[in-house]
T-cell receptor
Framework: AQTVTQSQPEMSVQEAETVTLSCTYD???????LFWYKQPPSRQMILVIR??????QNATENRFSVNFQKAAKSFSLKISDSQLGDAAMYFC????????????FGTGTSLTVIP | EAQVTQNPRYLITVTGKKLTVTCSQN?????MSWYRQDPGLGLRQIYY???????DKGDVPEGYKVSRKEKRNFPLILESPSPNQTSLYFC???????????????FGPGTRLTVL
């Protein structure tokens, strides 16, 4: 089975600063999808950003961007201009591309935003 | 409004008493999944379904059953709950097709289950 590793259980950032959350994964497949999900205290799971492995260009969504390093099997999330509302648990996830609907999640990084 | 609903949102039960957590989506999605979330372990997939009458095991299927008799519904059944099944459970759905731009997983609000 694929494994997804988030080595930073907790991170903090000053408001308006930039923070990077790390994620690595282990797979023998060449085609897959990677995701970052945000879970605020409300527990709702919210998709932040998605990256297709066959695309070399890094995905961006407003203040959120990723650094996708396929050879290194690394998928970090950069949050620019951090806001208080960014405080949440962030999960990295891997999805197989061509078989079924299997998802693998990391253990999460709890992000605190300091005013 | 496009959404995934789960019921109940909170449930306290006792060991061995069969229970069902319902999940329903109104987006005509083919794919549906159940996850459990535990501190320090993230989300782990229990079962997933790719369409009506098509289900498969995820990473942690032991002690759970599912059925997909209708496209919109995907109930999670615990035949004989045990305390180690105390967890936060999420249902999710998505459109079929890995290449679609809209292949985004939509999550329900979660069900907090406590088994005494």
């Amino acid at each position: 089975a694929q494994t997804v590793t988030q080595s930073q259980p907790e991170m903090s950032v000053q408001e308006a600063e930039t923070v990077t959350l790390s994620c690595t994964y282990d797979t023998s497949e060449s085609d897959y999808y990677l995701f970052w999900y945000k879970q605020p205290p409300s527990r709702q799971m919210i998709l932040v950003i998605r990256q297709e492995a066959y695309k070399q260009q890094n995905a961006t969504e407003n203040r959120f961007s990723v650094n996708f390093q396929k050879a290194a099997k690394s998928f970090s999330l950069k949050i620019s201009d951090s806001q208080l509302g960014d405080a949440a648990m962030y999960f990295c996830a891997y999805r197989r591309a061509n078989t079924g609907n299997q998802f693998y999640f990391g253990t999460g990084t709890s992000l605190t935003v300091i005013p | 409004e496009a959404q995934v609903t789960q019921n109940p949102r909170y449930l306290i039960t006792v060991t061995g008493k069969k229970l069902t957590v319902t999940c329903s989506q109104n987006m005509n999605h083919e794919y549906m999944s159940w996850y459990r979330q535990d501190p320090g372990l993230g989300l782990r997939q229990i079962y997933y379904s790719m369409n009506v009458e098509v289900t498969d095991k995820g990473d942690v299927p032991e002690g759970y059953k599912v059925s997909r008799k209708e496209k919109r519904n995907f109930p999670l059944i615990l035949e004989s709950p045990s305390p180690n099944q105390t967890s936060l459970y999420f249902c999710a759905s998505s459109l079929r097709g890995a290449r679609l731009v809209t292949d985004t997983q939509y999550f329900g609000p979660g069900t907090r289950l406590t088994v005494l």
